[in-house]
């Protein structure tokens, strides 16, 4: 997705050069075509709460990604925010609580670590637009509070969730991984 985003809205031709586009292509090329690609095959549902918080957030971001892009699109020269794609940036980062989510409550190795990237992503976001609501950026103090404590209930719940299955003890899980190898 933004990689996408990149295309629409992102820097022109002459900001990158003719082979990093190329090498961004064959990367998501091979993402697509590699045998595990989500895409070809989706991935099982580990946590349904985490996938209903997820949900419950890609709506009002999806609105603030929207609004953001817009920004960008039209932006004018003389913003230093357009200039430097501050608003495709911050729409970017919208759309990757959301993936991460969805990564996060999915049947991947190392759920762990990507709600805890989830996480304190919202939450210092949402921390961002409570500290500065004035700004173009700032989702304003209620939402911005809202995502923060999103954000950190996330974590709560996939912790709590790998607690309570094992797979937060190291020593659990390198017990079945030796089970798993002798096999």
């Known amino acids: 997705m933004a990689i996408v985003l990149n295309l629409i ?61 817009g920004l960008q699109a039209s932006g004018v020269a003389t913003d230093p925010h357009w ?30 670590i990507t709600a805890w990237m989830t996480g304190l992503a919202a939450a210092v976001m949402g921390s961002a637009s409570v500290v500065f609501p004035d700004q173009t950026s700032s989702l304003g103090i209620g939402w911005g509070l809202a995502l923060a404590v999103w954000g950190l209930v996330f974590i709560a719940i996939s912790e709590s969730e790998g607690r309570k299955d094992g797979t ?4 659990v899980v390198r017990s079945v991984s030796d089970a798993e190898s002798m096999t």
Do not use: C, N
């Open 83 to 112: 200039e430097g794609s501050h608003y495709q940036f911050v729409a970017e980062l919208g759309l990757h609580l959301i993936l991460l989510g969805i990564v996060t409550s999915s049947v991947f190795t190392g759920r762990r």
């Open 9 to 69: 809205i992102g820097p022109t031709s002459e900001q990158v050069p003719p082979p990093v586009w190329i090498i961004f292509g064959l990367g998501a090329l091979a993402g697509v075509l590699h045998p595990t690609s989500p895409i070809l095959r989706l991935p099982k549902v580990a946590s349904t709460r985490l996938l209903v918080l997820t949900v419950a957030l890609a709506v009002p971001v999806m609105f603030y990604v929207f609004d953001h892009v």
């Open 168 to 171: 937060s003890d190291p020593s």
